[in-house]
């Protein structure tokens, strides 16, 4: 059975730092994984998805990397904002569809 | 291109009534999962469906709850003689028909929390 965990569970950090959240996984055999943004009350926005076949994926200042072997992934931030501030969850996708999500990171960032 | 619709945004039920949460996904999306945020809990996935068709419901309670994404019109998770454990936040998301070595994202709609009294 598929369980996934994020670590840490809330982190505060000051505006501009580098930051990385990470995801680990028990079951290698995932079709993809994904990394979403929930405010408060709101709905998950996608950020980036990284295939099976991948090893990283870029979007502006995010940058997720993925190793299968390992289990894990990790989401970098840079020069944080406090327009930053969310949950950021993680999510392993299987071969049937669903996503299989971790608790989340809180994360705030202080101007 | 409207996003995924969810209503109501908010609903609020007595313990025994029935609740129903609607999900219009994206256009040309076919394919529509549900899940469920229970209160200091993530989500969890519930049912995935397609048209006319329940493709994977192994989240989704044995009593109580069923899911149906008709051929016309749009999904819809009911909750028949609701419970104050039924409390959440529930979430809708599309993607489109797979294509070949593409992996699909899911998309996901603003949510309906569901309070009973």
């Known amino acids: 059975k598929q369980e996934v965990t994020q670590i840490p569970a809330a982190l505060s950090v000051p505006e501009g730092e580098n930051l990385v959240l990470n995801c680990s996984f028990t079951?290698?055999?995932?079709?993809?994984l994904q990394w979403f943004r929930q405010d408060p009350g709101k709905g998950l926005t996608s950020l980036l998805l990284?295939?099976?076949?991948?090893r990283e994926q870029t979007s502006g200042r995010l940058n997720a990397s993925l190793d299968k072997s390992s289990g894990r992934s990790t989401l970098y931030i840079a020069a944080s904002q406090p327009g930053d501030s969310a949950t950021y969850l993680c999510?392993?996708?299987?071969?049937?569809?669903?996503?299989?999500f971790g608790q989340g990171t809180t994360l705030q960032v202080k101007p | 291109n409207a996003g995924v619709m969810q209503n109501p945004r908010h609903l609020v039920r007595r313990r025994g009534q029935e609740a129903r949460l609607r999900c219009s996904p994206m256009?040309?999306?076919?394919?529509v999962y549900w899940y469920r945020q229970l209160p200091e809990e993530g989500l969890k996935f519930m049912v995935y469906?397609?048209?006319?068709?329940?493709?994977?419901e192994s989240g989704m309670p044995k009593e109580r709850f069923s899911a149906e994404f008709p051929k016309e019109g749009p999904s819809i998770l009911r909750i028949q003689q609701v419970v104050r454990g039924d409390s959440a936040a529930y979430f809708c998301?599309?993607?489109?028909?797979?294509?070949?070595?593409?992996?699909?994202?899911?998309?996901f709609g603003a949510g309906t929390r569901l309070s009973v009294l």
């Open positions: 990284i295939q099976s076949s991948q």
């Open positions: 079951d290698s055999a995932i079709y993809n």
């Open positions: 256009k040309g999306h076919s394919h």
């Open positions: 998301a599309s993607s489109p028909p797979p294509a070949q070595g593409v992996e699909n994202i899911q998309y």
């Open positions: 999510a392993v996708g299987s071969n049937t569809g669903k996503l299989i």
């Open positions: 469906l397609q048209k006319e068709n329940i493709i994977d």
